[in-house]
């Protein structure tokens, strides 16, 4: 089964589209590789989320056919790790990585300047 099938079937994520969209950002891990959507997911691989305040690692335990009821989504995995970050945290983060975008700006045109 896909990767972003499994998240949403898991309901470790809600939607398949936000599985695919937190792959794409590199926010998925599996066996600690970035994992891509159409990975495909097997019993034993170890799989980390990155998701906004937490971080989760869990152990894939069944990877089922098709959809599963609400109630047995649970028993496809367990939950290694669980890490809740403070929202000061967050904040140091996000700047980081407005700060890494304008630098990376910065130093494509920043030679182009100094000759004019």
Same mark, same amino acid.
């Given at each position: 089964?896909?990767? !972003? #099938?499994?998240? #949403?079937?898991?309901?470790?994520? #809600?939607?398949?589209?936000?599985?695919?969209?937190?792959?794409?950002?590199?926010?998925?891990?599996?066996?600690?590789?970035?994992? %891509?959507?159409?990975?495909?997911?097997?019993? /034993?691989?170890?799989?980390?989320?990155?998701? /906004?305040?937490?971080?989760?690692?869990?152990?894939?335990?069944?990877?089922? %056919?098709?959809?599963?009821?609400?109630?047995?989504?649970? #028993?496809?995995?367990?939950?290694?790790? $669980?890490? %809740?970050?403070?929202?000061?945290?967050? $904040?140091?983060?996000?700047?980081?990585?407005?700060?890494?975008?304008? $630098? !990376?700006? !910065? /130093?494509?045109?920043?030679? !182009?300047?100094?000759?004019?």
């Amino acid at each position: 089964m896909r990767l !972003d #099938k499994w998240l #949403k079937v898991s309901r470790l994520i #809600k939607r398949r589209t936000v599985a695919q969209m937190a792959c794409d950002q590199h926010r998925v891990f599996i066996n600690d590789k970035i994992a %891509k959507s159409a990975t495909t997911i097997k019993a /034993g691989d170890k799989v980390h989320l990155e998701l /906004g305040s937490r971080a989760i690692t869990a152990s894939v335990l069944i990877v089922p %056919k098709g959809a599963v009821p609400a109630q047995d989504a649970s #028993k496809l995995y367990e939950i290694t790790e $669980e890490i %809740k970050r403070a929202p000061e945290v967050l $904040e140091w983060l996000s700047e980081h990585e407005r700060l890494s975008a304008s $630098e !990376d700006e !910065d /130093g494509e045109d920043g030679d !182009d300047d100094e000759d004019n």
